[in-house]
């Protein structure tokens, strides 16, 4: 079942969502700290029947935060909402696990005539309130320090949050009744923490300070509220009143799913329109996926790419992504067209089938992408490792290409290119301790201070000016850790 990803415009706020199948429209709403990609397994199943619309909450993901400094679930409710009603679609049931069932619930009670039942797996309710005091202990700051163990600390909160209940209750009592998840479901929940950043505790609390149960008697519209064994909130189930539907919901995933999709077809929605375009938002970046043979490329651009001015094209360094030359693309986009592109398996941008990380196969991409877009000639910026493909692109197209920047290109002879390919650039091979975070912030860090990376002597020492603030260090490790089975080939190419 194929996936697509898009963005939609709703005032000044910017919303991620996936979309599959065809249907009657389903609103899928994941739990915190992190992001709809969590949904994918799922929308495989519900697909069959429905349109899956699997949204990042705000602040979550790639979907911009709330102008609200301490937003509610019912906050989140109104703008689903609002979301909706930018999509064109008139009524869903709404899908929603732990903060996500929150929102789906009180959705249902704030919108009775846009939701035509809610599905609840793992509603929120909590034997006793937290104080603020536990609450903050709870939601410990993300703060980025310069040896990165920050990275190793939220590897380990992620892993613990499904080992013990709550998961700084480190001890046999707080045991969890589950499994620990794979390393793969362990690095994008990670990543996914680290984009929402110290944020992520404003969407995380809204579930904690909701009026839980309270929500009943304001339902107007069927409301299953599903738990199961092995989840946080199966324990206080007896604390539901009589007379709700509720199920008990499997506990292996396949089971459990097949049966959440009997429960959603029982009070079927409308059949949603088509995407719509993501409409510009004024003074910032328009984000969109454009297709290239199956694989969704991620671009961003300001300004009118089809107007008389030649737009500019900036490539990014190769591993890495466009998120990390926003601001270069908000600077220059309020004088000139703009466009960045994530290259295939970088950043936001799916991988071509097999992965190919080669300067040829960047290329071809971006050229497609510019051919998508209807985009004739380009002034080419192309940074580091992005320096090749925009000189490839201006190579192999000239006709494509009216003028060429390359920013620190590098361009090695070849000793230096006989020496980088004795010393490769780490495997960012997924390990079970977290260890390929480490491995990659310590290669991005020791490239500021040493040139090359790998002889770390007074000789050798970079001499520009090292960026060695760790917030700034933490966002690129992020943006290369997205997709992390890029990282060494990509680096091989650039060699």
């Known amino acids: 079942m194929k996936i697509t990803r898009h963005f939609v415009s709703v005032g000044t706020r910017r919303v991620h969502y996936l979309r599959a199948g065809t249907g009657p429209a389903v609103a899928m709403l994941h739990a915190c700290p992190v992001s709809a990609k969590v949904m994918r397994p799922l929308m495989q199943i519900f697909a069959r029947r429905f349109t899956c619309l699997a949204f990042d909450m705000p602040g979550f993901g790639q979907s911009d935060k709330l102008d609200i400094a301490q937003p509610s679930v019912e906050d989140f409710a109104d703008a689903l909402a609002e979301t909706l009603t930018a999509l064109g679609i008139r009524k869903v049931a709404s899908y929603g696990r732990h903060t996500g069932a929150s929102i789906a619930v009180e959705f249902a009670a704030r919108h009775p005539d846009r939701c035509a039942m809610a599905l609840a797996d793992g509603y929120a309710v909590f034997t006793r309130r937290y104080s ?44 969890s009744d589950t499994d620990v998840p794979d390393p793969e479901f362990l690095h994008r929940g990670v990543i996914e923490m680290l984009e929402a950043g110290n944020d992520y505790r404003i969407g995380y609390r809204a579930p904690f300070r909701h009026r839980e149960l309270d929500v009943i008697p304001d339902l107007k ?26 199920a008990d919901v499997p506990r ?7 049966m959440e999709l009997e429960l959603l077809s029982r009070h079927p929605a409308d059949e949603p329109p088509p995407a719509p375009d993501c409409t510009p938002i004024a003074d910032r970046s328009t984000d969109r996926f454009v297709e290239v043979d199956g694989t969704q490329i991620l671009v961003r651009s300001r300004g009118d790419l089809n107007g008389p001015q030649a737009p500019l094209l900036i490539v990014h360094h190769a591993p890495g992504s466009s998120w990390l030359y926003r601001s270069l693309i908000d600077q220059l986009g309020a004088t000139v067209p703009v466009i960045a592109i994530d290259l295939p398996g970088h950043g936001e941008s799916e991988p071509q089938p097999g992965n190919p990380q080669t300067v040829a196969a960047w290329t071809d991409a971006v050229a497609a992408v510019l051919d998508r877009l209807a985009i004739g000639r380009v002034h080419a910026l192309g940074h580091n490792g992005g320096a090749a493909v925009a000189l490839e692109l201006a190579v192999s197209r000239p006709q494509r290409v009216a003028s060429l920047l390359l920013d620190s290109p590098f361009f090695l002879n070849d000793t230096d290119r006989t020496l980088f390919q004795s010393h490769p650039a780490p495997s960012l091979e997924l390990d079970p301790e977290g260890a390929h975070l480490l491995r990659a912030w310590h290669h991005l860090r020791d490239a500021e201070l040493w040139w090359p990376w790998f002889r770390r002597a007074k000789a050798f020492q970079s001499p520009r000016p090292s960026r060695l603030d760790p917030e700034a260090l933490s966002e690129r490790a992020r943006e290369v850790l997205k997709q992390p089975a890029s990282y060494r080939p990509a680096w091989r190419a650039v060699v």
């Open 132 to 175: 603020d005091e536990a609450l903050e202990r709870y939601l410990e700051p993300i703060t980025p320090v310069w040896d990165g163990a920050h990275l190793l600390r939220l590897w380990f909160r992620y892993r613990d949050q499904h080992v013990f209940w709550p998961w700084n209750a480190q001890d046999d009592a707080h045991r």
């Open 221 to 246: 519209v069927p409301v299953c509220f599903g738990n199961r064994p092995g989840d946080s909130m199966y324990a206080p189930r007896p604390l539901y009143p009589a007379g709700i539907w509720d």
């Open 252 to 258: 292996e995933f396949r089971a459990a799913s097949e």
